[in-house]
């Protein structure tokens, strides 16, 4: 079965901090990866995902991640934050034909 | 605009009460899944269904129950069964396979009285 691991449950930034969140996932074949996030009281919502292809992936307002096979990782990064980044953000896999199995979620909190 | 509906925006539940929860989606998709979200434990998959008229059990699906009659609707039942409903309850949907971006509506927050 697969599973998802977010290590970080929350996190505090000043704005123009720079932010890595930790996503791993447990799957031994092929695998889609995706994060997203929810900003406050607004839907959850795709940020970017991974298929095939460059692993490393960019999406919405400047987010980028990077599929490393070999570490089963695919971490968010953004070089400098802003305040209306903070939401919850969600890691997700997808493995074979399976269903999409989400992370527990990453609350981020960028003080001005 | 296309996108998925979901009504009410908070529900209470009664002792002993049957509620059902409104999912509606006009983007045409065929697939359709409902989650539920609790704090610390991300989304958690109760049912889906990827075709009318069929549904399966997802990982947490004691003490609920779907239908799915039309393509554009996916109501959740939350049944006496279920001793602890209180969370918020996502609805989604995808074109088609399970693997694909998943398309969220605003969620309905049920408390129990």
């Known amino acids: 079965a697969q599973s998802v691991s977010q290590h970080n449950h929350h996190v505090i930034l000043s704005e123009a901090a720079s932010l890595e969140l930790g996503c791993n996932y447990s799957?031994?074949?092929?695998?889609?990866l995706f994060w997203y996030v929810q900003y406050p009281g607004q839907h959850l919502q795709l940020l970017l995902k991974?298929?095939?292809?460059?692993?490393l992936v960019k999406g919405i307002k400047g987010f980028e991640a990077e599929f490393i096979k070999s570490k089963f990782s695919f971490n968010l990064r953004k070089p400098s934050v802003q305040w209306s980044d903070t939401a919850e953000y969600f890691c997700?896999?997808?493995?074979?034909?399976?269903?999409?199995?989400f992370g527990t979620g990453t609350k981020l909190q960028v003080i001005p | 605009d296309g996108g998925i509906t979901q009504s009410p925006k908070y529900l209470f539940r009664k002792e002993g009460q049957n509620v059902t929860l409104s999912c509606e989606q006009n983007?045409?998709?065929?697939?359709m899944y409902w989650y539920r979200q609790d704090p610390g434990q991300g989304l958690r998959l109760i049912y889906y269904?990827?075709?009318?008229?069929?549904?399966q059990k997802g990982d947490i699906a004691e003490g609920y129950s779907v239908s799915r009659e039309k393509k554009e609707s996916f109501p959740l039942t939350v049944t006496s069964a279920q001793k602890n409903p209180t969370a918020f309850y996502l609805c989604?949907?995808?074109?088609?396979?399970?693997?694909?971006?998943?398309?969220f509506g605003p969620g309905t927050r049920l408390l129990v009285l």
């Open positions: 989604a949907s995808t074109p088609g396979q399970r693997q694909e971006t998943q398309y």
């Open positions: 799957y031994g074949g092929t695998v889609n």
């Open positions: 991974y298929f095939s292809g460059d692993p």
């Open positions: 997700a896999v997808a493995g074979g034909y399976q269903k999409v199995t």
């Open positions: 983007l045409n998709h065929d697939a």
């Open positions: 269904s990827q075709i009318v008229n069929d549904f």
